[in-house]
């Protein structure tokens, strides 16, 4: 049975991470050791910390709860800004130790061993849970990149769900074909990424995407807010809304007034050419039109038709 439109929710998250984080600077797999040497080397190259209050207003303004995944390195650094956000009731995730992709882009295969991969797992969510003071439940896969045994691993280590698999027309950052998965909430199979035939005790909250005639835009947010508008995401959100609950996320850094420092160190500057408060707008009109279905992950985990 699918959810009833009427009563399908949005899943809002906030991915905490800042500009570097992403494969325009760190290389995919990264143990840590380019993270910290460019740290080392720019000191002052953070800038996505700065917003996350804003974040904060914008949902306490709209009265919404929301899951704020971080990445544990980053976490640690900010304290006391974890620990804020989770005094005003929102959820903490887990986005990774470092942000280091798991996949390799091109070819899909690990970085990480399952050992290794587990064992930056357990370490990441320690740092968040001994912040925070209670359970980490939800991952997010760094750059969305995951695999049906990085889904297996987060199982065993009692995570209860995962959202980062996105069914779309531009790219597969999976190891899987994604058989049979759309938009709705679903247990994955084992080994995979598909659609399980039983349940389990791990459900993946896959992302929206807009279906133009069969060519499916992601429409969860991210950079494809900054760079295509809030009109493409809406008219997923609401697409994806009529097949059942779906999924939203937007980072602080999205929203940075700033310029970003050392802007030689950018493969890829056209993923950041909108940015501000052009995009803060962007941000506030899909939280305007959700509000009324805006929930974070841990309450949609509460909904007995959660998987139809």
Not at 77 to 97: N, T
Not at 200 to 206: A, H, M, V, Y
Request: with cysteine; glycine share 8%; net charge positive.
């Amino acid at each position: 049975m699918t959810t009833k439109p009427s009563t399908s929710k949005v899943a809002v998250s906030i991915d905490v991470e800042d500009w570097y984080h992403g494969p325009s600077v760190m290389p995919p797999g990264d143990s840590g050791a380019a993270l910290k040497q460019f740290l080392d080397a720019h000191p002052d190259a953070e800038r996505g910390y700065r917003y996350v209050d804003a974040c904060l207003e914008m949902l306490d303004r709209r009265g919404i709860k929301a899951t704020f995944f971080w990445v544990a390195e980053y976490a640690r650094r900010h304290p006391e800004l974890l620990r804020r956000v989770a005094a005003a009731g929102h959820e903490i995730g887990c986005h990774g130790l470092t942000h280091a992709a798991k996949l390799d882009a091109r070819t899909k295969r690990p970085l990480f061993t399952p050992a290794a991969f587990s064992e930056r797992t357990i370490q990441a969510r320690a740092i968040l849970q001994e912040l925070c003071g209670r359970a980490v439940i939800g991952y997010r896969a760094p750059n969305a990149y995951v695999s049906g045994a990085m889904l297996d691993a987060l199982e065993e280590l009692g995570f209860r769900y995962d959202s980062s698999v996105s069914v779309n027309s531009l790219y597969n950052k999976t190891d899987s074909r994604l058989a049979g998965v759309t938009t709705r909430p679903y247990y994955p199979a084992r080994g995979g990424l598909g659609l399980a035939n039983a349940r389990r005790g791990l459900i993946e909250f896959p992302w929206p995407y807009l279906d133009l005639c069969g060519f499916k835009m992601q429409a969860a947010g991210g950079p494809f807010l900054r760079l295509f508008g809030s009109t493409l995401i809406l008219r997923g959100l609401s697409q994806s809304l009529r097949r059942g609950h779906t999924v939203f996320y937007f980072h602080p850094i999205d929203i940075c007034n700033e310029d970003f420092p050392f802007k030689f160190s950018l493969k890829r500057p056209f993923l950041w050419y909108i940015k501000g408060e052009r995009v803060k707008r962007r941000v506030e009109r899909v939280l305007d039109f959700i509000r009324d279905r805006a929930v974070n992950f841990e309450a949609l985990l509460r909904d007995p038709e959660l998987v139809s």
